[in-house]
């Protein structure tokens, strides 16, 4: 059930959604941490690309440098592994080998999707084969697909290479994802390249009060959304005595932790320039907390992604580099004021993370 049972629990309306999920996301007001304690408190960030991480920290933290992310991924506190909804994360280390096993159901829901490539493979000697692989030296993905291949030459390479890592906790080993200096992804297993053994799970009940911390108020289904898992209304159900509920506009019950922030509705909130498939934007079922309903869908064009713009804390608008210019494209019609504040915010993202180039920011066509 998404409806709650008791028409008394408080409705939160989607400003106060909004506010209380940019307050957890650090984009009300950037706050003064680590990029650690960032990544952690955040629960990792989405790191399909190199730059995405960078620009995320960027808009959430005071004083940040994208060396200070580096370092984490050279020493090895940090890595960049597929976890939530099959994607690949930037986590600490910590968390990586918590949450990638936590997450492993969803990982082998993701094998049974390929089961025709894979007909006659015996999975527990193809994940067997392909650590010794990679912890052998880091290989590439073509470099595994071939290895598999020769051993099971009648399947698909690709549902090969996708029951690896599937099968395995693959992460990706540097220089790829460090600032200015990345390269084409290698794989190895994270306990080989943190030189630490395997540990259990996170339990679900610890993760279900981090992602409420980080991205609450929220619902089972939001829950289920961001951790690519399934049937977590149990438990839920055994936290409720620690939890408070509300509704939202819909109806749907809401849970939170009693002492998370809940701003104003009217708290300012300043633009934010995010990067693409900033989990912000994909972390819960109802997206309206952060997309108004005329905005769905306008981040991306065919196989073209664009990067959310925040005006008032909600989608208003993409931006790219182009050139030597920082390009805005406002979904809607912006306030004089409004564009000078998107314009300096632009500014130092650009101070932050391109200070070895000089652009320009300017209002223009990206999408198209």
Request: glycine share 6%; with cysteine; aromatic share 6%.
């Amino acid at each position: 059930m998404t409806k709650t049972t008791s028409s008394t629990a408080p409705v939160l309306g989607t400003r106060a959604l909004n506010r209380a999920t940019l307050e957890r996301q650090l984009l009300l007001r950037r706050a003064r941490m680590s990029a650690a304690a960032a990544v952690e408190h955040l629960v990792g960030l989405q790191a399909q690309e190199v730059k995405p991480p960078y620009h995320a920290l960027a808009a959430r933290l005071e004083g940040f440098a994208p060396e200070e992310l580096s370092a984490l991924l050279e020493s090895r506190a940090a890595v960049r592994i597929v976890t939530m909804r099959s994607t690949i994360h930037l986590h600490t280390a910590d968390d990586a080998l918590t949450l990638r096993p936590l997450v492993q159901p969803a990982r082998d829901r993701e094998i049974g999707y390929f089961r025709k490539g894979l007909a006659g493979v015996d999975l527990e000697r193809l994940a067997a084969l392909a650590r010794e692989f990679v912890e052998a030296e880091p290989r590439t993905m073509k470099q595994l697909r071939e290895t598999l291949g020769a051993e099971w030459p009648d399947a698909d390479p690709q549902s090969l290479a996708v029951a690896a890592r599937c099968t395995l906790p693959l992460v990706q080993v540097t220089p790829r994802g460090l600032w200015g200096r990345s390269a084409q992804v290698s794989l190895t297993t994270a306990e080989h390249w943190l030189d630490r053994p395997a540990e259990p799970a996170a339990s679900a009940d610890a993760t279900v009060l981090r992602y409420l911390a980080a991205f609450g108020p929220a619902s089972v289904k939001d829950m289920q959304t961001w951790s690519g898992l399934t049937r977590m209304r149990p438990v839920f159900e055994r936290l409720r005595p620690r939890l408070l509920t509300f509704r939202d506009d819909s109806g749907t019950e809401l849970f939170d932790l009693p002492e998370a922030p809940r701003p104003d509705p009217d708290t300012p909130a300043p633009p934010r320039f995010l990067p693409e498939f900033d989990n912000l934007l994909l972390s819960h079922a109802d997206r309206t907390r952060v997309i108004p309903p005329a905005n769905k869908g306008r981040t991306w064009q065919a196989n073209t992604f664009y990067c959310p713009l925040l005006v008032d804390g909600f989608l208003a608008g993409v931006w790219r580099i182009i050139d030597d210019a920082l390009v805005v494209e406002p979904f809607g019609t912006l306030t004089r004021a409004l564009r000078a504040e998107v314009a300096e915010e632009g500014a130092r993202m650009l101070a932050t993370l391109r200070q070895d180039t000089s652009y320009d920011v300017r209002f223009g066509t990206v999408i198209g």
